[in-house]
Each structure stands twice: as structure tokens, then as C-alpha cells.
């Protein structure tokens, strides 16, 4: 189910929506809104408090992101399509319902195995899709070979690991918080490798991210013991 979730659906999602001309500015401050979501079910659907700290954390974010998106110049491109934006939303869902399934079943699932396993389902679920519009091509080349490797190693086995630990340790809403980081950081590194524009604004944006990520992933304290 968290493959499905996680994988098949949250990614599935966000390509569909670009493929479909959602800006990925656009396209990243509505999926942004998981975080928030996600603080927002952890009480009804784990038991977990969220302090206010924390929802100030992830206000702060949020905020952040929208700063970042639109000091890039993509906030006010328009025209997307209602299928584009079901696409996005659709992945919203997905990644939300697959971070607290994952929270709430899959605490003991080894890290190894249980990973694999979702990426198996995840992989015949999109190849059915894909055999169902007719298969695909593939151009081998150095480009897409470097690509792979880096989405197969730092992505799929770092990064998603890294992902499970952190859900299995730590509350979701403070697990999630973290991908506030996501837009700012990708902003930093499209400027550093490729020289793209690094606005004021989006610099700004990248502060309250950081803050907004320190004050919701902030261990909250522990209530003191109490005297007879």
C-alpha cells in the first residue's frame, strides 16, 4: 500500500500534472501543502499532537516555499488544465495517505526488505499503466544512463531509506516538515550548476524554510515530573 502510495502514486501524480503543463513551480506549492496536511490528520489518524510550535514551523514553511516559487518568476503562470490539477492534487493525497499509512503500519518493516518490496508493486502497477497506453520508448544514452543511476542510488535507495527510518523513529508531522527543504534547496542548485536566476525574494523564501523546518522538527519538551 505505501508503494502504492508513496511511489506509484505521489510520483506518478507530479509527472502526470507537468506532462499535463502545471508548472513545476506550481506544480511544487500545491504538492507543498503536504506537510501541513499531514500535521493536520496526525491527531485523528495516529494520536499524534502537533504542538504549536510546530504548526508555526509549518506555517513558516509553507510560506517559504511560496516565497522561493515565486521569486523564481513561476507564481503567476496560469493556464493549467483541470486535469493537470487533479493530477497534482491526486499526488497531494497520495503522498499524505502514504506517510501516515506508513507511520501508523509499517513500524516494524525492514528497512531492506520492506522497500523493495514496495518498489516491486509500485514498478508492475506503473508498467500496467504504461502497457495499457501503449509501452514506451526508451533512448539509451549517457544523459538518461546518469540520470538513472542517480535516481536509483541517491533516490530510490538513499533518500527513501533515509525516508522509512525517519517515519519508523520519529512523528510524521515532524518527518514531513523536512520536505519544506525540497524547493529552496533544488533553487540553490539550479543556481550553483546550471547559473539560473537566485532572486532576493527566493533567498528570503530559502531563511523562512530553514526556520520554519528547525521550529517543526523541534523535539518538544518533556512535561516536568511531578511532586507528591
Do not use: K
Request: hydrophobic fraction near 55%; glycine fraction near 14%.
Amino acid at each position: 500500500m505505501t508503494g502504492l502510495l508513496l511511489h506509484a502514486g505521489y510520483l506518478g501524480g507530479v509527472t502526470t500534472a507537468i506532462w499535463l503543463g502545471l508548472p513545476a513551480g506550481v506544480t511544487s506549492v500545491l504538492v507543498g501543502v503536504q506537510p501541513l496536511l499531514t500535521g493536520l490528520l496526525s491527531w485523528p489518524v495516529l494520536g499524534e499532537r502537533v504542538t504549536r510550535p510546530q504548526w508555526a514551523g509549518l506555517l513558516l514553511g509553507f510560506v517559504g516555499v511560496l516565497l522561493v516559487v515565486g521569486g523564481q518568476g513561476v507564481g503567476s503562470q496560469t493556464g493549467a488544465s483541470r486535469p493537470a490539477l487533479l493530477a497534482a492534487a491526486f499526488a497531494l493525497i497520495c503522498t499524505t495517505a502514504g506517510t501516515l499509512y506508513q507511520r501508523r503500519a509499517g513500524g516494524d518493516m525492514p528497512l531492506l526488505g520492506g522497500t523493495a518490496a514496495q518498489y516491486v508493486v509500485s514498478a508492475a502497477a506503473l508498467g500496467a499503466v504504461t502497457l495499457a497506453r501503449g509501452g514506451g520508448v526508451i533512448h539509451w544514452n549517457a544523459e538518461f544512463i546518469l540520470s538513472l543511476t542517480w535516481l536509483v542510488l541517491v533516490l530510490s535507495v538513499g533518500a527513501i531509506l533515509l525516508l522509512m527510518r525517519l517515519l519508523r523513529d520519529l512523528p510524521a508531522a515532524r518527518v514531513n516538515s523536512l520536505f519544506y527543504l525540497v524547493p529552496p534547496l533544488a533553487v540553490l542548485e539550479s543556481w550553483a550548476l546550471y547559473g539560473e536566476r537566485l532572486s532576493t525574494l527566493s533567498l528570503g523564501g530559502l531563511l523562512l524554510c530553514v526556520a520554519g523546518v528547525a521550529l517543526a522538527a523541534r523535539q518538544p519538551a518533556a512535561p516536568p515530573p511531578r511532586t507528591v
